[in-house]
């Protein structure tokens, strides 16, 4: 291993991830952290942690001077970028090789290549992977994009070329809402990314979002078997679990096969996702994105394969070749992972940073839960309102949703308003319970039980 000392470029549970990762490596880590973030548990467990600036990120996190300078600082030889922030920036990728370091993760080529909605939906189609009914390539002119939608037909999807978090998205069912819609999203990913560019394609109604972990070492891919993501709100995941429930073996292999076949065609390397619309009526599936990093629900793959997914990226990072073969992956049992975000579920989900008082962490067979959370800790209000992840895992779904439920019931986080009602009541749910589940689903579900979440607290 020519890593000796890893600089993590993020923050909260990821980083704690990440070091406990290096650990296990014998590597050695350093931990960047904001005013804000001073008292935070993955600087107290580095073994180096360098202040990068005022608490927020555009000054910190996403200020690459200051981030690179860390490194140098304290003779770093790479870089975890974690999720968020800089994970998938093509030119701090570039840039963290350019001083002589490593990136943990893809080069910046491909970053660019996959993060570029409308460049991954070409490489996919041209790697064989089925895509979504939609434009060719990006749009910028608008009356070009009416026409499209006329002959692929209604509802569509506007979306931004670049960016993602749901940022530019517009549903539209018929002409006028295309005309007062399309220049919106553009106005919105023109703000959000620095590029007003957009794509349409055909909604794909009740699907389901599941995508499936690849890693590769430049010159081989394997997959990691799927995840099933389609319990979110506002496009944002809330639940996941692995493998994909109620899914046919035929459709399985299908998936994984096709994500190969893309990851395979851009000589990844690296820890990625690539995402899919799977449609329960016909069987078929689509390609949507790629996402180049670590992703926040990786733990439920690590449970069902044996597989430390940030260890074998490191490695792989560091020019070793993929320590496995895909005939020695294989699915054990079944794991589901929940949010637990900082959120008031009886006030709309509204964001409770605080303080931690109480703190009791659910243990046993087959729990983990990863976290930054220690008692005392003051919760900063200036990042991303995820505290921690509750991962279970046992050998049958209905299995794994009791222990899901028993461990709820075991963690304890004082005064705190957190995600977990919403989940102790998900776990509940006769259609959760049977998978019978689409990526609109929760939506509803939370419009008809507001009444009940309304009367939850911690």
């Known amino acids: 291993m020519n890593i000796k000392t890893l600089l993590i470029a993020n923050r909260g549970e990821i980083a704690v991830r990440i070091i406990r990762a290096a650990r296990e490596l014998g590597i050695r880590s350093v931990q960047v952290y904001s005013d804000a973030d001073a008292d935070s548990l993955a600087v107290k467990m580095a073994d180096e942690a360098v202040n990068i600036g005022p608490p927020q990120a555009a000054k910190s996190y996403l200020n690459a001077a200051a981030l690179l300078e860390a490194a140098a600082k304290t003779g770093a030889d790479a870089v975890h970028p974690g999720y968020g922030f800089f994970s998938e920036n093509a030119d701090f990728a570039d840039a963290v090789a350019a001083a002589g370091l490593v990136f943990i993760g893809p080069s910046g080529d491909t970053i660019r290549l996959m993060g570029d909605k409308v460049a991954a939906r070409t490489t996919a189609a041209a790697a064989g992977v089925p895509t979504v009914p939609g434009s060719d390539g990006r749009i910028d002119d608008l009356d070009e994009a009416r026409r499209l939608v006329e002959e692929i037909g209604f509802p569509v999807m506007i979306k931004a070329a670049a960016g993602g978090g749901g940022r530019g998205i517009r549903i539209v069912d018929d002409l006028a809402a295309f005309d007062q819609m399309a220049p919106q999203a553009r106005a919105e990913a023109q703000a959000a990314f620095g590029d007003g560019g957009i794509y349409v394609e055909k909604v794909i109604r009740d699907a389901r979002h599941i995508e499936v972990q690849v890693l590769g070492d430049g010159a081989n891919v394997i997959h990691c078997y799927e995840r099933e993501c389609s319990l979110q709100r506002r496009r944002q995941k809330v639940w996941e679990e692995a493998p994909a429930a109620a899914l046919p073996q035929a459709a399985r292999?299908?998936?994984?096969?096709?994500?190969?076949?893309l990851a395979s065609a851009v000589d990844y390397r690296g820890a990625g996702t690539v995402e899919f619309l799977y449609d329960d009526a016909s069987g078929g599936f689509y390609f949507i994105e790629m996402n180049t990093r670590i992703q926040v629900e990786h733990p439920v793959t690590e449970f069902v394969t044996a597989i430390d997914l940030v260890r074998e990226m490191i490695r792989v990072a560091a020019g070793e070749p993929l320590s496995l073969r895909q005939e020695a992956v294989r699915l054990r049992g079944h794991a589901i992972e929940v949010r637990i975000n900082a959120e008031d579920p009886s006030k709309g989900f509204m964001p409770f940073p605080g303080t931690v008082g109480t703190l009791a962490v659910p243990g046993g067979?087959?729990?983990?839960?990863?976290?930054?959370?220690?008692?005392?800790?003051?919760?900063?209000?200036f990042y991303d309102s995820l505290l921690g992840k509750l991962i279970v895992h046992d050998d049958t779904r209905e299995a794994a949703i009791e222990r899901l439920r028993r461990a709820l019931r075991e963690l304890d986080l004082g005064a705190l308003k957190t995600t977990k009602p919403l989940f102790v009541a998900l776990a509940e749910d006769e259609d959760v319970r049977r998978g019978a589940f689409h990526t609109r689903w929760l939506e509803h579900w939370l419009e008809e039980n507001a009444d009940r979440l309304a009367g939850t607290g911690e």
């Open 253 to 261: 292999e299908a998936l994984c096969a096709a994500a190969v076949q």
């Open 365 to 381: 067979p087959g729990v983990r839960f990863d976290s930054m959370l220690y008692s005392g800790y003051a919760i900063p209000p």
